[in-house]
């Protein structure tokens, strides 16, 4: 199900009405502000997970190699 032209229309009508002119831009600001912080935290969380996965190979080539 995908969105026409006429319901996106109608949406941005409802929230320039529910919040009006003054407060978009500031909701708007602070999504923003939090899709940045969401993908900051995502590629933490994936950059722990390679280097632990590279730490393990590391070991488990130090130990195969050593007598």
Request: glycine share 10%.
């Amino acid at each position: 199900m995908s969105l026409g032209w006429n319901e996106i229309l109608l949406i941005l009508l409802v929230v320039l009405l529910l919040f009006g002119g003054k407060k978009i831009p500031e909701l708007m600001r602070g999504l923003g502000k939090g899709i940045r912080e969401f993908n900051d935290a995502k590629s933490n969380v994936r950059k722990e997970l390679e280097e632990g996965m590279n730490e393990k190979e590391r070991q488990t080539t130090s130990s195969t190699t050593q007598p």
